[in-house]
């Protein structure tokens, strides 16, 4: 670039879109653009903290790391100044002008979407920086950036559809904002109104803020200090700053610990989950520190996957500062911290939950997720996992919930097993015939509705020693029950199973008379090893050549009038016994929600018709 050249810009498609939508659409929470830009101040000197470690070519190495803000009412301007790392000429394009990640959209679908103030929520989808363009009408960076050689510069927008960048002179290292208030945001180039924001959003920031001269921050780690000392309001401000957060902290959890390691954590679980809302999987946000000093802000190595919905610190000072990533993977130390850390948590989920139930019920709603997917891929906590899981059954009222250790309180004498049913839905789980022998027995079952929750049933595998065993299998042992009313003779039953296991062949493993049945004449039965059709479903819809035969165990019950008539039929009407016998079978597996190819269903059932009317 030559020194005389004035270079004009286009803002990208998406950046103009969303100015567009700052500068007229977002009226309420402006003051959040202050919390916003000194975020951006901190990051930087942040970054030239880590670049002061191996660089050596650094521009006035002995700058302060300061963030220096100062207002002038008169000409109703607001400048931020830093000492970081500063932008170069393609960081500034690149920087303030593009947008590589899909922030934008995200922002503006989450706008749409509702869910938070979308003033307050700008700066989590990292384009924080334009929210300045809702208080100014004319935005100038001036910025230089951390290597001896770099040149001066300066870019300048009035936030509509473009910006300049022209060399200039006399800066110091770093990044100067200097905002050209709106009329009607004069406000923000009062000396009282700024610092008032700057205690409200930025007293975190690990470095001095100084308004017109005089520091203003405090500097301090919370999470080092007494709960006793804290109030809600601060702990709310740190979760909304230090955590990036936009939403109110639903739990908090806040201790200290001298053995096994020297621990000091602030952790919270927010009360909105953006993955819900269809934002990409979120990245670990429990910061870790040593004494104070950052050395991760989002560690992957220290809490499970699962985990990854929290926000928080956690300060160790047995963790050396020195410690890399790859060295964090295979510490033993950070392993045992993780363990710490989640095993509390988990305790702490489980107090809250017995403490408010109703509370817990709400969060749950929104987080289900995280604690099914920690009980299928988290094996130390599963157990303690599992206490969390909340589920309708056949004792809860509809949209009432309950975990698994109610369930157990509630077992009857003699149950050894938890009994459940997997469905797309409450109402259809409970129009299934599987559930009748287990309600006219008394014993509750419980209702898996979501379509994770096979995959979790089968990782959990028990609860408390208690095997979990779907109703929809086969091998289940139930209790005789005094069968009423008249019914087929053992004799009869044995030759009835034989007639129909010859008629259905290959489609039935085995046909035998049950307990199960009530109301039903026959059942569908699926091996425990078997896939249930929610599963099936998923597997086709994965792959197009997924062919699995269903091969179920048929009970028939021998006291159902149809299954009498049809004992006799089969000595006195061979023909209409075997299409009964095989819209039986077919039956049983609609209600299964087994049945593959339903032509031969139709054909048969008017030919059945046809018979009844004669
Ligand atoms: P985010 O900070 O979440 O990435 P922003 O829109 O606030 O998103 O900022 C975009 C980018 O501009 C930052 O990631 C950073 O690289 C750069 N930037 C913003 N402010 C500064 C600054 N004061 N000093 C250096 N770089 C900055």
Known sequence: MSETTLEKHVFQAEIQQLLDLVVHSLY??????????????????????????????????????????????????????DYGIGMSHDELVKNLGTIAHSGTKSFLKAVKEGGGSPANMIGQFGVGFYSAFMVADLVGVSSRAWHADSPELIWTSDGKTGYEIEETSGLDRGSKIVLQLKEDCAEFASEARVKHLIETYSNFVGFPILLNGTRINEVEA?????????????????????????????????FAADAPLA??????????NPE?????????????YSRKVLIDPAPKELLPDWMRFMKGVVDSADIPLNISRETMQDSALIRKLGAVISKRVIKMFEKEAEADPEKYRAFYRKFDRFFKEGVATDHTNRDALA??????????DSGAVCGFADYVSRMKDG???????????????????????????????VYFTDAVDEYVVDSLGEFDGKKLVSVRHGGVELEDQAAEGESLTPEQTTALCEFLKQELGDRVTSVSSGKRLVENPVIALVPANGMSPQMRQMMKAMDENFKDEVKVELEINPRHPLVRKLADAKDSNQE?????SRQLLDNALIAAGLLEDARDTVTRMNTLMEKAMG
């Open 28 to 81: 309420t929470d402006k003051e959040i653009f202050l919390r916003e830009l000194i975020s951006n101040a901190s990051d930087a000197m942040e970054k030239l903290r880590h670049i002061e470690a191996t660089e050596k070519n650094i521009h006035q190495p002995t700058l302060p790391l300061e963030i220096h803000i100062t207002t002038d009412e008169e000409a109703k301007t607001l400048t931020i100044s």
């Open 222 to 254: 919370l999470w080092l200090k007494n709960k006793s000392e804290i109030s809600d309001e601060e702990y709310k401000a740190f979760y909304q700053f230090a955590c990036k957060a936009w939403d109110e902290p639903s739990y908090r959890l806040h």
């Open 276 to 288: 819900r809302m269809g934002f990409s999987k979120a990245e670990p946000a429990v910061a870790l």
């Open 387 to 396: 206490r969390l899981l909340r589920f309708e059954s056949s004792l809860t």
């Open 415 to 445: 149950q050894e097993s938890i009994y459940y049913l997997v469905g797309p839905s409450r109402d259809q789980i409970e129009n299934s015939p599987y559930l009748e022998a287990f309600k006219a027995r008394g014993l509750e079952v």
């Open 576 to 580: 209409l016994a075997q299409l009964v």
């Open 263 to 272: 621990i000091n954590a602030l952790v919270f679980a927010p009360s909105e």
